[in-house]
């Protein structure tokens, strides 16, 4: 979600692609989607997926681990806050 990636470029879009994206994974889940999958596959596409959704979405930030995060910082809040609200967990 490149809007939610540059807030600052995109101002006047960030309410909407919120609730899209809200509705987007709204479906999903009513429809069954399998989340521990989906935290568990590569952030990227192949043939190099990278590090794991998990890590890039939902883990605690940790420089440790080589990823800068900062550019994706919104999208990970969003992501973050859905889940709760939702209350959905990740063990």
Known sequence: MQILEYPDLY????DEARKKLAAV???LIENGVD???WAER???GE???GP???MILLDPE???NGLNLSKIMPLREFIQEYFDRKNI???
Not at 11 to 14: D, L
Request: hydrophobic content about 30%.
């Open 47 to 49: 043939p190099i997926p």
């Open 25 to 27: 994974l709204d479906l």
């Open 11 to 14: 101002i006047e879009s960030q």
């Open 52 to 54: 794991t959704s998990r």
């Open 62 to 64: 940790d420089s440790r």
């Open 89 to 91: 967990r990740f063990n």
């Open 42 to 44: 590569g952030f990227y």
């Open 35 to 37: 989340l521990a999958s």
